[in-house]
């Protein structure tokens, strides 16, 4: 399958970023070959909001068809050699192979692809309904770094999907956290959770998809009085954290989980202080 050009190197991109991705289009090149219809940079690095003190490298590997038993084993060998190797930032990479009629829209029949996850293990993962909300991200900001312009790729995503997804986020992920929330216990996720929020309210006021440091800013400016002072402070300390600062904001990260799903009881809409 012919895959076009090959993206060359971006000097706009960290030194260290850009050895990790060209690496990895080579190494992903050489196991999948004619399988592989291209390969993407979603998240930060493609919105422009990437930190190199807490962002990951988000890359989705559109593929023709599942890969197979072995090729699975290969993959999954790559990522592990990837992360015990010398390249820094391979620790921080989250790698989707997805079949090419699969990543056109979400379908929940069709969401189970192997993939590297944030936590360094690679397997068949569900792509659940935030895949909604990535899917608008890899067609409207993409990068391709091989392969087709992925509008070409991914059907445009209405709002009202954007809003589903959203919501089944936030009642299948993040409601169980008020009940039991061992996932919150690192620093990172308590700021990400944070960033998370301010997200998913975004969303849900402007049906549209923002980065999280854009979302965290507009909360700041747009949502009630309640929300400024409750959490503002918060907010604003998970805008400067950096990978290895203390957040120890347990109870606070939660009663902002709380806020968001009342606003979603409320209605999922007007949010926005009223002038």
């Known amino acids: 399958m012919y895959l076009g050009a090959s993206r060359m190197s971006n000097p706009q991109r960290p030194a260290d970023v850009e050895a990790l991705l060209l690496a990895l289009q080579a190494e992903i090149q050489a196991i999948l070959g004619e399988q592989l219809v291209g390969l993407y940079l979603h998240g930060s690095l493609a919105s422009g909001d990437f930190n190199p003190y807490r962002s990951d490298i988000d890359v989705i590997a559109v593929t023709e068809g599942e890969p197979g038993p072995q090729t699975i084993e290969a993959l999954k060998a790559l990522h592990a050699s990837m992360a015990s190797g010398d390249l820094e930032w391979a620790k921080k990479l989250e790698v989707s192979y997805i079949p090419r009629d699969a990543i056109r829209r979400f379908d929940p029949s069709n969401a189970l692809h192997p993939a590297l996850r944030a936590d360094g293990t690679f397997d068949f993962d569900y792509h659940g309904p935030d895949w909604m909300i990535q899917r608008h991200v890899l067609r409207e900001k993409g990068i391709a770094l091989l392969g087709p312009d992925p509008k070409t790729l991914v059907d445009p995503v209405p ?102 799903l009342e606003r979603v009881r409320e209605g999922g809409g007007g949010f926005a202080e009223e002038a």
């Not at 690192?186 to 944070?194: G, K, S």
């Not at 959490?231 to 904001?249: Q, S």
Request: overall charge negative.
């Open 159 to 260: 709002p009202e999907d954007l809003r589903r997804g959203v919501l089944g986020v936030l009642h299948e992920w993040w409601q169980p956290m008020l009940t039991g929330p061992a996932f919150l216990a690192e620093p990172e996720y308590q700021a990400y959770a944070v960033h998370t929020m301010c997200r998913a309210l975004y969303t849900l006021e402007r049906l549209d998809v923002a980065s999280k440091p854009v979302a965290a800013r507009w909360a700041l400016q747009a949502l009630d009085v309640r929300f400024k002072e409750q959490f503002a402070a918060l907010v604003e300390e998970a805008l400067a954290w950096k990978r290895g600062d203390p957040f120890d904001h347990l109870g606070e990260t939660l009663e902002m989980i709380r806020y968001t």
